[in-house]
């Protein structure tokens, strides 16, 4: 069963049909049949409360589907919960939820306890009947909010006491709320001495798949490059001419940690990240980038690997939106000499991070393989 259920008032009720079973046999022995009637319609009542009490939400269902909101800071959005009822009608419910703070209820009554949002709105769902909730929500600051609580308090119809309805298993509708976004000013130069896939008229580089017209035969044009169709229209052999293309891959490097502790900058950092990540991806540039949090799984580190699109865009805001200043982070120079012995290094490396100095030695070996661009900013202070 997936629900935690809980009665409350359910004793007074039993306690009341055994008073109303011995008014009922007194009345029946002493031939007071007016009161005999009125005992056993209210006794009746009672029974169809204890009923009541016993099977209702035995059959209710939350459709518990794994959903994910994603918000931007002040952005809007709704949490939505679907339930399906195949059991007795639920009327006149309270639905109670509660949810963590990095996103908050959009103009619904509610109070902030222990870190978590509490919020009460009315429920009923009839039989066989399916019920959707929407509730309003806005992006407060970064971060994943869970669901902590879903409760459903059912009063009952004739007496006093209600049934609690708390849902077991985990539930899988979170709400995440991506780094706030910031214009960048920066140019990102592509490198016209390798080849990728960015449309860049001085490169070296043909991308063969990709003819854009044709132009007259010259010596040294390559056989299988010449447009036979063209030829023949126009009585002299034509080549064709191809898209030129340029690398301008970008891996970002960002020192969170000092001393032994986090940076105090350690949101305008990860906004900054963010921020040129998204003009990455606005511009169709591949990206990857590394933070010294620790992870355990394939890399020891918090790094996402170079691509880009739609997809690679929310692996990398999801990846930024769920680190914290709780992370265990390991010092800046081992992720240097684990970028240099385990990453083949893109076009152009970012390196955020205070103290250059201390790193120069790992610094200059990968400056050695590709261009480094440094930003340090004001980060005693804090400010970027």
């Known amino acids: 069963m997936n629900w935690i ?12 049909v055994q008073l109303l079973t011995v008014a009922l046999l007194a009345s029946f022995l002493f031939k007071q049949y007016i009161l005999f009637s009125i005992f056993s319609f209210l006794l009746i009542i009672d ?31 709704n949490l ?11 009327w006149n419910a309270t639905l109670l939820i509660s949810f963590q703070t990095s996103i908050a209820p959009n103009g619904i009554a509610h109070r902030t306890t222990a870190g978590f949002h509490e919020i009460k709105l009315p429920f009923s769902v009839g039989f066989k009947k399916q019920v959707t909730i929407k509730i309003p929500i806005e992006g407060v600051h970064r971060g994943i909010a869970r669901i902590k609580q879903l409760e459903i308090q059912i009063p009952h119809p004739f007496t006093d006491g209600s049934v609690s ?28 001495l390798k080849e990728g896939f960015l449309e860049w008229n001085s490169s070296l580089y043909e991308d063969p798949f ?5 132009r007259e035969y010259a010596p040294g044009d390559q056989f299988h490059h010449i447009h036979w169709k063209a030829s023949a229209k126009t009585q002299q052999l034509q080549t064709k001419v191809f898209t030129k293309v ?74 930024l939106s769920i680190l914290s200043r709780a992370d265990s982070l390991i010092p800046f120079e081992k992720v240097l000499a684990y970028i240099d012995t385990n990453v083949e290094l893109p076009v152009t490396v970012y ?7 201390n790193y120069l030695p790992l610094l200059s070996r990968i400056e050695k393989r590709t261009n480094v661009l440094y930003e340090t900013g004001i980060l005693s202070e804090g400010v970027l």
Request: net charge positive.
């Open 351 to 357: 390196i955020m991070t205070h103290q250059v100095e």
């Open 165 to 192: 309805l708390e849902f077991k298993p985990m539930i899988l509708t979170d709400a995440i709320v991506y780094p706030q976004i910031h214009k960048v000013n920066e140019k990102l130069i592509p490198s016209n």
């Open 47 to 77: 029974y169809i409360n204890l009923y009541y009490y016993r099977h209702v939400g035995e059959k209710l269902e939350l459709v518990n589907k794994k959903k994910r909101v994603r918000l931007l800071k002040h952005s809007t959005s």
């Open 210 to 214: 990709f003819p854009i017209g044709t």
């Open 5 to 16: 259920r809980r009665d409350f008032g359910t004793n007074n009720t039993k306690n009341y």
């Open 246 to 319: 340029a690398n301008v891959s970008i891996l970002f490097i960002v020192n969170v940690k000092k001393k032994h502790g986090v940076v105090v900058d350690f949101e305008e950092k990860i906004e900054w990240l963010a921020s040129r990540l998204e003009e990455c991806y606005k511009n169709d540039i591949p990206y990857s980038f590394a933070i010294n949090v620790r992870t355990y799984g394939k890399f020891p580190l918090v790094y996402l690997p170079l691509g880009s699109g739609e997809i690679h865009r929310k692996q990398a805001l999801e990846l």
């Open 80 to 90: 939505v919960f679907t339930f399906q009822n195949k059991g007795l009608p639920i």
